[in-house]
């Protein structure tokens, strides 16, 4: 297979605070991205005078299963001067009542202007050649030009600005790569791990102690995540009337006996992933990682490692995020992570792979075994497609983090078996994800156009 040539210095460097974001659910690309958009916007907005009108037009993917992904409500959260990181999810109901039954919005916080939830409109079936994800949103006024921006959820919460270079582009860290080769001829040139050359290049922005601490908020809140989604039971919101079902699988759990029954690892693994995805089916706080919509991969595959690994440490934790964020940007930079551009082989095949990484890492693997087990991780996850019922991330998503956890799991054992060789290259598995995401029909990719989307009926 011939894979494309990178260049690191054109590449623009990535960072874990891109691939890890504290969040709401039910979707990064769907509600953390659009959240962030309008945000952006209301203060750019202001910037130009009190505008008398505001408008948001959802194109693509997003305005195909947007409502499912309430993605209506966080274009007003976002206008309204919230992020997904600082609004309390138990409070966005009463917020978004509050905005629709008032008919004005709190422009960035501050400033009142008229809005309806009729200004944001789903252009169904329209796309714009910018990407699958695009928004517009406009804001005019009393007097001068109505001032109109783009922006494009490009995956895991990730906005751009149309036509906007990245603002890190010309930035360089101390070891740029751009492919796995030269992840892993930087870790034998320089002698480190893959998870020290991510701790050397976060140095270009922030002090270790920083990033220590950053790293370590993630791994709580995942944790938090799985435990919240453990003790929480009724019906998930959407229509689907799909019942949470993590609290009914603890308690049995629970009651069948210790955690060192080998019979029940899996079990509890699949646990952990189904908890963590019914918080953010139900719009509770997540991490990205790297998407919402798969962010119950690598918190079970850390929970399992410090659960059932009886040598866990905190600093092996560091080392299984810090890993697989080191995957995740090769991913990110040489494919996608939108499951409205890659199908669901970018965000829960994604996750797989990062996590199979990462687990390796944490049982010290060598850098070798570490690639080795990102590509068993996403090997088997190629043309996997996105088609969520009515659009919620749900059916099949909540599942499929389950058979994602368990998976990564089994790649990295079997990884840990070899000594690092092997016939596929990381490389070559990314560029042929990103190859079958491009062949990959509109309707197989989050557009619940296809797939089980259509041939199940809606409950």
Same mark, same amino acid.
Request: neutral net charge; hydrophobic residues 45%; glycine residues 10%.
């Given at each position: 297979m011939s894979i494309r040539s990178f260049d690191a210095s054109k590449s623009s460097p990535l960072s874990i605070v891109d691939l890890f974001t504290i969040g709401i659910g039910p979707s990064s690309s769907h509600t953390v991205g659009p959240m962030r958009a309008a945000y952006a916007f209301a203060g750019a907005a202001l910037e130009r005078g009190v505008p008398v009108s505001l408008k948001c037009d959802l194109y693509g993917s997003l305005a195909l299963t947007g409502r499912g992904h309430a993605t209506d409500d966080a274009v007003a959260l976002g206008l309204s001067g919230w992020l997904p990181e600082t609004v309390d999810p138990d409070d966005v109901a009463a917020l978004v009542t509050a905005i629709g039954d008032s008919g004005r919005i709190t422009l960035a916080g501050t400033t009142a202007v008229p809005f309806r939830r009729e200004d944001v409109v789903f252009r169904i079936g329209e796309f714009l050649k910018d990407h699958a994800n695009a928004m517009v949103f406009t804001a005019t006024y009393e007097k001068g030009e109505p001032f109109t921006r783009t922006y494009l959820s490009i995956g895991g919460g990730a906005v751009t600005v149309k036509g906007r270079s990245p603002v890190r582009a010309a930035m360089t860290v101390a070891?740029?790569?751009? @492919?796995?080769?030269?992840?892993?001829?930087?870790?034998?040139?320089?002698?480190?791990?893959?998870?020290?050359?991510?701790?050397?290049?976060?140095?270009?922005?922030?002090?270790?102690a920083e990033t220590e601490?950053?790293?370590?908020?993630?791994?709580?809140?995942?944790?938090?995540?799985?435990?919240?989604?453990?003790?929480?039971?009724?019906? #998930?919101?959407?229509?689907?009337?799909?019942?949470?079902?993590?609290?009914?699988?603890?308690?049995?759990?629970?009651?069948?006996?210790?955690?060192?029954?080998?019979? #029940?690892?899996?079990?509890?693994?699949?646990?952990?992933?189904?908890?963590?995805?019914?918080?953010?089916?139900?719009?509770?706080r997540v991490v990205t990682a790297p998407t919402n919509g798969a962010a119950g991969v690598l918190p079970a595959v850390l929970k399992y490692y410090e659960v059932f690994i009886p040598t866990a440490t905190r600093e092996g934790s560091r080392t299984f995020l810090m890993t697989a964020s080191a995957i995740g940007f090769l991913y990110k @930079?040489?494919?996608?992570?939108?499951?409205?551009?890659?199908?669901?082989?970018?965000?829960?095949?994604?996750?797989?792979?990062?996590?199979?990484?990462?687990?390796?890492?944490a049982l010290g693997g060598s850098n070798a075994q570490i690639e080795n087990a990102a590509e068993i991780g996403m090997e088997h996850n190629l043309g996997l497609t996105c088609d969520p019922i009515k659009g919620l991330v749900q059916i099949p998503c909540i599942e499929r983090n389950t058979m994602g956890a368990v998976k990564a799991i089994n790649a990295a054992y079997l990884a840990l078996q070899g000594?690092?060789?092997?016939?596929?290259?990381?490389?070559?598995?990314?560029?042929?994800?990103?190859?079958?995401?491009?062949?990959?029909?509109?309707?197989?990719?989050?557009?619940?156009?296809?797939?089980?989307?259509?041939?199940v009926v809606e409950c």
């Amino acid at each position: 297979m011939s894979i494309r040539s990178f260049d690191a210095s054109k590449s623009s460097p990535l960072s874990i605070v891109d691939l890890f974001t504290i969040g709401i659910g039910p979707s990064s690309s769907h509600t953390v991205g659009p959240m962030r958009a309008a945000y952006a916007f209301a203060g750019a907005a202001l910037e130009r005078g009190v505008p008398v009108s505001l408008k948001c037009d959802l194109y693509g993917s997003l305005a195909l299963t947007g409502r499912g992904h309430a993605t209506d409500d966080a274009v007003a959260l976002g206008l309204s001067g919230w992020l997904p990181e600082t609004v309390d999810p138990d409070d966005v109901a009463a917020l978004v009542t509050a905005i629709g039954d008032s008919g004005r919005i709190t422009l960035a916080g501050t400033t009142a202007v008229p809005f309806r939830r009729e200004d944001v409109v789903f252009r169904i079936g329209e796309f714009l050649k910018d990407h699958a994800n695009a928004m517009v949103f406009t804001a005019t006024y009393e007097k001068g030009e109505p001032f109109t921006r783009t922006y494009l959820s490009i995956g895991g919460g990730a906005v751009t600005v149309k036509g906007r270079s990245p603002v890190r582009a010309a930035m360089t860290v101390a070891h740029p790569y751009c @492919s796995a080769a030269a992840l892993l001829a930087a870790g034998e040139r320089h002698k480190l791990s893959i998870a020290e050359i991510v701790w050397a290049n976060e140095a270009t922005w922030r002090a270790h102690a920083e990033t220590e601490a950053f790293i370590d908020s993630v791994r709580l809140a995942m944790l938090k995540c799985i435990d919240r989604g453990c003790h929480k039971d009724g019906v #998930l919101p959407g229509g689907l009337n799909v019942a949470r079902r993590a609290k009914h699988l603890h308690e049995n759990l629970m009651a069948r006996g210790p955690r060192s029954d080998p019979s #029940l690892v899996f079990e509890w693994v699949s646990l952990y992933a189904l908890a963590a995805n019914e918080e953010n089916a139900a719009g509770g706080r997540v991490v990205t990682a790297p998407t919402n919509g798969a962010a119950g991969v690598l918190p079970a595959v850390l929970k399992y490692y410090e659960v059932f690994i009886p040598t866990a440490t905190r600093e092996g934790s560091r080392t299984f995020l810090m890993t697989a964020s080191a995957i995740g940007f090769l991913y990110k @930079s040489r494919a996608s992570i939108s499951g409205a551009e890659m199908g669901c082989q970018g965000e829960v095949g994604v996750a797989c792979s990062m996590a199979a990484a990462g687990l390796v890492a944490a049982l010290g693997g060598s850098n070798a075994q570490i690639e080795n087990a990102a590509e068993i991780g996403m090997e088997h996850n190629l043309g996997l497609t996105c088609d969520p019922i009515k659009g919620l991330v749900q059916i099949p998503c909540i599942e499929r983090n389950t058979m994602g956890a368990v998976k990564a799991i089994n790649a990295a054992y079997l990884a840990l078996q070899g000594d690092g060789h092997h016939v596929v290259s990381l490389d070559a598995v990314i560029e042929t994800m990103r190859q079958t995401g491009n062949d990959m029909r509109t309707k197989y990719k989050e557009t619940a156009l296809g797939g089980l989307a259509v041939n199940v009926v809606e409950c």
